[in-house]
C-alpha cells in the first residue's frame, strides 16, 4: 500500500445493519487465505478498546467479502504477523 495518496478507508455493514468506517492498515497471505488489518475511523487512541481488526477475505457468490476470524489461536497468530509488519514498514520507511 502506498502512502503517498494517504491512507485507504472501506465502509464496512456488520451482520446487524450497522455501517462504519476502517482505516486499511494492511494485507497479508497467511495458510492460503487473504487477511486485512484495519483500525476504526473515528477511535479515540486514548480509548482502552484501541486496537486492530483483523479480518479474512472471503468469497461469496463470485464477490469478495470481510468476515471475522472465529479461531482465537489463529487470530493471535495473524496479529502477531501483521504487527510484525507493521513495525518492519515503519523501520524501512522512517526518518
Known amino acids: 500500500m502506498s502512502e503517498q495518496f494517504g491512507p485507504d478507508f472501506v465502509s464496512v455493514t456488520d451482520d446487524e445493519g450497522n455501517e462504519f468506517e476502517l482505516e486499511h492498515l494492511g ?31 472471503v468469497e461469496s457468490d463470485g464477490e469478495e467479502l470481510l468476515a ?20 518492519a514498514d515503519d523501520e524501512d520507511g522512517g526518518s
Request: glycine share 4%; aromatic share 14%.
Open 68 to 87: 471475522d476470524v472465529d479461531d482465537e489461536q489463529e487470530l493471535n497468530t495473524l496479529y502477531d504477523l501483521f504487527m510484525e509488519q507493521l513495525f
Open 27 to 57: 494485507t497479508l497471505e497467511y495458510s492460503g487465505r487473504t487477511y486485512m488489518a484495519f483500525l476504526p475511523a473515528d477511535m479515540d487512541e486514548d480509548d482502552e478498546d484501541f486496537g486492530i481488526i483483523i479480518l479474512k477475505v
